[in-house]
């Protein structure tokens, strides 16, 4: 796939836009992780949402979520990212896919691990009456790992889609994560914060690995491509 380059940076607009969303992404993140401290660990928002939660909660949306939210699974998704990347390093002949998915799941235990810890946010059943147990809450884990699991899974098959291709794999990856954090909320495992926190972690993350592998994962062109093609292959 064809991408132009900014001939004064030498970098592709996507970077740009990558860099921009990682920084505003880790801005937001520091932020929010600061109200929840200052304000206090549970914040007006995440009272609000857990009551309209309770106001449109049924039961067919709680099995339907029940039925979903697995999906983001670290154990599940880490390993069929692992799976993934070793057959695309394989068949690609290259160890790129390979380390983009073990960097991608190494930065996942890294983050979401010394999250849950540092931050020691209470979860939703021991902190509607108090605070200090169930510490396990911020960010949500299954959230980070639905956005960084999707958005590896889509770095990797880059180099083989076209930009339409490109646009719905990514369209795809936001319902994902989407779903998943939204199955968190409903299914009353996390605060609403939480799974905020998890999409913003994990679109640094994702933004992160763009910009250190989608350069190395791109196919070298073909030598019957060379006459044919001025501008290198960016996938």
């Known amino acids: 796939m064809q991408t132009a380059t900014d001939q004064r940076t030498g970098r592709a607009p996507w970077q740009v836009r990558a860099a921009w969303a990682a920084a505003l992404s880790a801005l937001a993140l520091v932020l929010l992780t600061y109200g929840i401290y200052r304000v206090g660990r549970v914040l007006r928002v995440d009272t609000r949402a857990l009551d309209i939660v309770n106001d449109i909660r049924r039961h067919w949306l709680v099995v339907v979520f029940q039925n979903l939210t697995w999906a983001g699974d670290f154990l599940f998704a880490s390993n069929f990212l692992l799976v993934v990347s070793v057959v695309v390093a394989a068949r690609r002949g290259s160890s790129a896919p390979l380390w983009l998915g073990l960097s991608a799941v190494a930065v996942l235990v890294a983050t979401v691990g010394t999250g ?10 021991f902190a509607v009456g108090s605070f200090g147990d169930g510490g396990t809450s911020y960010p949500s884990g299954h959230t980070t790992t639905a956005v960084v699991v999707g958005g590896a899974l889509v770095l990797i098959a880059s180099p083989a889609l076209t930009r339409r291709g490109l646009r719905w794999a990514w369209a795809a990856m936001v319902a994902y994560s989407g779903l998943i954090g ?23 993350i994702v933004c992160g690995l763009a910009l250190l592998f989608v350069r190395p994962l791109a196919t070298p062109p073909r030598a019957s491509d060379d006459a044919t093609t001025s501008a290198p292959d960016d996938a």
């Open 116 to 125: 849950k810890q540092v931050i020691d946010r209470s979860r939703i059943p």
């Open 182 to 204: 939204v199955s968190r909320v409903y299914l009353r495992y996390h605060w609403f914060t939480d799974v905020v926190a998890g999409w913003l972690l994990g679109t640094f």
